[in-house]
């Protein structure tokens, strides 16, 4: 595993969360990390969570930013590292 992707990574996660946006709970930020992970790290994603809890819609939910966020950040990478 590279660590230029490790940093990456967490520099992405880091800069959506460092910003003034409306308070997120931990689950949740845990489903965008668990994506971001999941798409720069070929890290598996598990939910912890039992999937009748508010804990897993939460975390589901910001998987799915996470998901969006990291295919944002890929693309522009490649459009750049491909010209």
């Known amino acids: ?6 940093e990456a990574a967490k520099t992405l996660f880091n800069q959506l969360f460092d910003i003034p946006r409306d308070p997120r709970s931990d689950e949740y930020k845990r489903g965008v990390w668990s994506a971001i992970a999941f798409r720069f790290l070929a890290t598996p994603v598990v939910d912890p969570y039992e999937p009748i809890a508010a804990q897993s819609d939460a975390f589901y939910s910001g998987l799915s ?3 969006a966020e990291a ?6 990478w490649e459009k750049c590292t491909s010209s």
């Open 1 to 6: 595993m590279s660590e230029d992707k490790r």
């Open 65 to 67: 930013e996470g998901h």
């Open 71 to 76: 295919i944002a950040v890929l693309n522009e």
